[in-house]
């Protein structure tokens, strides 16, 4: 491979160090077409807790990040799932935690903390408003209601640790199922622990009076919710991390400003787990207390949201690790997830290891270049083409109508609504004998002969009120004179249409003429042979009426004006002959040039999608700072756009050439090379097409020939398709089977179908029905003289009952 492409992976090697070296601002790009799934696991059921994240997936935050996110509550068939569990093992992305985070990572899972929403923990310690005062240690004699091991229990814990008060001399009693308000004013516990003030809320509604204790108050300051991730998708996705944190962030503000709305649609969208705590019948009132107390907790408006204090997790950890709950304390710096420092490492990284190659490649790079010097300038130089013909294909695609415009059969004039010449095509120079120059300071009417000025003035009319789109007649145009005594002309047959100039914001006229002076004067010419046969036939027909067969005399000239007809005969044959065979010449490349103009159609809807990816891939590459990686990338994928409207280029190239040896070849095989050139045409107007041609033989003959077939036939189905607006299911269907003789295809649409009254027209030569839309009525005539003349077969129109079907047979074998 390296043997035979030397230049090319040199080129590559050294594209590479381009984009290594290269640095500027990078980002990941706004213009994701796949949304990226996401799981966030929660820590409880779905509630006013989790505002934020709720705000961002209802107003679309997610999905402007190009995420997609599933929101999962802690309650799954009668269990409590737990973050740190299902990101261990894959099956949430992110979740919300707090000194449980601490707790999994001293197990032995690596996380990142991503952002704290909650700048206090949401733990509390109820008692009954008489115990009004209260101490630590007031508190460490009391009944106190605890499950070992909860993380309700834990900074119960730190709380009597930073008194020096041990836990095993406190008064407690373990509970396993829920803590409540009953528990207090029954008396069975004087300290009951609640999470983000359930119990209050509970006492509130039945006006029991009760005493919060924080532990904050006493200096245990704890973080409370906080949004985290595995250590390993937040080194290996930074993108997708901050995308998330971001979007989160935001709806979090909007959840803070706008509590009433969220809480709405909690109550209307979302459905709590029947484990829940039975707060079902006042959810409502439940989330708004909710929305207060979370207020409070995230200190906002003075804290900016998702704020994480590295020391205050440090003296989390340090408590944890004293109260013997962690067995180590982790560098809480290296937990945080910081966007920029991880690019700035990936950057330093990928550094590191250029230098350490560079030498390496360098090395490579100049044992290829001393090799393959002599054969260095051919591929140079086949690269160099490779590269021009690229760059002429896009340039192409900018200027398809220029050249179809310069390189058209036709003579083609441009003028303004009083018909001053506005540019015209080299045909029209020819034409009519003037330059460019000298048309463009001249008025149409100067170029028609006077007795055709108002010939088409009830059209003109119409073309310019919007009546008709464009129309067609014979008129006789004037010749630049050869002396200056005297004038040329010719007859041309004019089609007459307007068009809207972007520039001058106006609409203007477009003619396009076909030289037929040749045929007028061939048809006067017959019709003067026709006369002059007449009166010769006359001559003979008095000859023979007024004289005897005996005479000598008559007889002679009876014999020389018979001579002289079959003489004259034979030249009209033979001149009606040779004209058949050019019409039928010129009837194929007038054939061939609409087919290839509907491909370089094709091509440019091939193109335009392409086109804005690499645009907006040079542009991401422009603002990558120095992402390698991202880099990298982005020059992997504007190779393969390159490569696909290279590969287009080929499938036109090959679908233009001409062939002279029949070869076989498959119909699939002829399919697949034409849809190379319409696919974009049906993804853009939502077309589906179906086919299934895998099974049939080979057919003998030439392949781009019968590829014009189908790309004729398809082409047909597609404007028939998209010009139909109540097509509600848009698809054309391709199949194939074989009988005895044939290899028999069906091609079929859902369009609109045919006009009864145009079937018996529609293989005729000219006649189309697409005459406002430039339709040439030469496809289906072409494709009816192919399949019968090089296939030695047969096509024709089958009825059906929804839209338009055709059918070719094409006998199985050889023909010679």
């Known amino acids: 491979m390296l043997k035979e492409h030397p230049v090319k992976y040199m080129s590559t090697v050294f594209a590479l160090i381009i984009l290594f070296t290269?640095?500027?601002?990078?980002y990941a790009s706004p213009q994701e077409s796949d949304l990226t799934e996401v799981v966030l696991q929660l820590r409880w059921d779905h509630q006013f807790q989790f505002a934020g994240y709720y705000a961002a997936d209802w107003l679309g935050y997610y999905e402007e990040e190009g995420l997609k996110v599933d929101i999962r509550s802690a309650f799954k068939n009668g269990e409590i799932l737990t973050a740190p569990t299902e990101i261990a093992q894959g099956r949430a992305d992110f979740g919300v935690g707090a000194a449980d985070i601490l707790m999994a990572q001293d197990s032995g899972v690596e996380f990142t903390l991503v952002a704290s929403i909650f700048q206090r923990s949401a733990v509390e310690y109820c008692t009954l408003q008489k115990y009004r005062g209260l101490t630590v240690f007031d508190l460490s004699q009391m009944h106190i209601a605890r499950r070992p091991g909860d993380l309700l229990d834990l900074e119960l814990q730190a709380l009597f640790a930073s008194e020096g008060i041990f836990t095993?001399?406190?008064?407690?009693?373990d509970k396993t199922d829920d803590f409540s308000l009953e528990d207090l004013t029954s008396g069975a516990f004087d300290v009951v622990p609640e999470f983000l003030g359930q119990i209050?809320?509970?006492?509130a509604k039945e006006n029991v009076d009760i005493k919060v204790v924080k532990p904050a108050d006493y200096g245990v300051d704890f973080y409370g919710d906080t949004l985290y991730t595995s250590k390993d998708l937040a080194q290996s996705n930074p993108e997708l991390v901050e995308k998330f944190r971001r979007a989160s962030i935001k709806g979090w503000y909007y959840a803070l400003e706008n509590p009433e709305e969220i809480i709405s649609r909690i109550e209307n969208d979302l459905s709590r787990s029947k484990f829940s705590p039975n707060i079902e019948?006042?959810?409502?009132?439940?989330?708004?207390?909710?929305?207060?107390?979370?207020?409070?907790l995230t200190h906002y408006p003075i804290v900016m949201v998702g704020n994480i204090n590295t020391f205050r997790w440090t003296q989390m950890a340090d408590v944890m690790y004293e109260l013997e709950l962690i067995d180590h304390v982790p560098d809480v710096d290296e937990m945080v997830f910081n966007y920029d420092q991880v690019k700035r490492n990936q950057l330093e990284e990928t550094k590191q290891n250029l230098y350490i190659n560079f030498g390496f490649i360098t090395v490579i790079i100049t044992i290829f270049f001393l090799l393959y010097l002599n054969r260095r300038n051919i591929l140079l130089k086949q690269e160099i083409y490779e590269k021009q013909l690229i760059e002429k294909r896009l340039i192409l695609s900018n200027t398809k109508y220029e050249t179809i415009f310069q390189s058209s059969v036709l003579g083609i004039t441009v003028t303004d609504g009083d018909g001053h010449i506005q540019t015209v095509n080299e045909a029209w120079c020819k034409m009519t004998g003037y330059s460019a120059e000298e048309l463009c300071t001249m008025n149409i009417d100067a170029l028609i002969d006077p007795e055709f000025h108002d010939s088409d003035q009830k059209q003109l009319n119409d073309l310019r009120e919007g009546r008709i789109t464009s129309y067609s007649l014979v008129k006789k145009y004037i010749h630049r004179p050869q002396d200056d005594s005297e004038e040329n002309y010719f007859y041309g047959r004019m089609v007459l249409t307007r068009l809207w100039n972007d520039a001058s914001e106006t609409l203007q006229t477009m003619s396009m003429v076909a030289d037929i002076t040749r045929e007028i004067e061939e048809t006067e010419a017959n019709q003067r042979s026709e006369m002059r046969f007449r009166k010769i036939v006359g001559q003979v027909a008095q000859g023979i009426g007024g004289s005897h067969f005996d005479n000598l005399d008559l007889s002679n000239e009876m014999s020389m004006n018979l001579e002289e007809i079959n003489m004259e005969l034979e030249k009209l044959f033979t001149h009606e002959l040779e004209e058949n065979k050019r019409k039928d010449a010129l009837i194929r490349y007038q054939a061939k040039m609409a087919a290839m103009g509907e491909m370089i159609g094709s091509i440019a809807h091939q193109w335009r999608q392409p086109l804005n990816t690499l645009k907006l891939v040079l542009m991401n590459l422009k603002d990558s700072d120095g992402d390698l990686d991202y880099e990298n990338v982005c020059y992997e994928k504007a190779d393969k756009l390159i490569r696909r409207m290279s590969e287009t280029?080929?499938?036109f190239r090959y679908f233009s050439n001409p062939q002279t040896e029949p070869r076989y070849f498959s119909v699939d095989e002829s399919l697949q090379l034409v849809l190379g050139l319409i696919d974009e045409q049906l993804r853009v107007h939502g077309i589906t097409l179906v086919a299934d041609c895998s099974v049939l033989p080979p057919v003998y003959g030439l392949d781009n020939q019968f590829s014009h077939v189908l790309f004729n036939l398809l082409s047909n189905a597609i404007d028939a398709l998209k010009s139909n607006p109540l097509t509600e299911k848009r698809q054309i269907n391709i199949s194939g089977t074989t009988d005895k003789?044939?290899?028999v295809l069906y091609v079929a649409d859902t369009g609109p179908g045919i006009n009864p009254d145009h079937v018996d027209k529609i293989f005729e030569m000219y006649f189309t029905t697409k005459e406002s839309d430039g339709g040439s009525g030469l496809?289906?005539?072409m494709t009816k003289s192919i399949i019968e003349n090089a296939f030695m077969g047969q096509v024709k129109w089958i009825e059906s009952q929804v839209g338009t079907m055709f059918e070719i047979k094409i006998p199985i074998g050889e023909r010679l």
């Open 741 to 743: 003789e044939n290899i």
């Open 168 to 173: 095993d001399t406190v008064r407690t009693s």
């Open 200 to 203: 209050s809320y509970t006492a």
């Open 22 to 26: 290269y640095t500027g601002p990078s």
């Open 649 to 651: 280029i080929d499938d």
């Open 779 to 781: 496809g289906l005539s």
């Open 281 to 296: 019948d006042e959810l409502r009132a439940f989330n708004t207390y909710q929305a207060e107390k979370v207020l409070e």
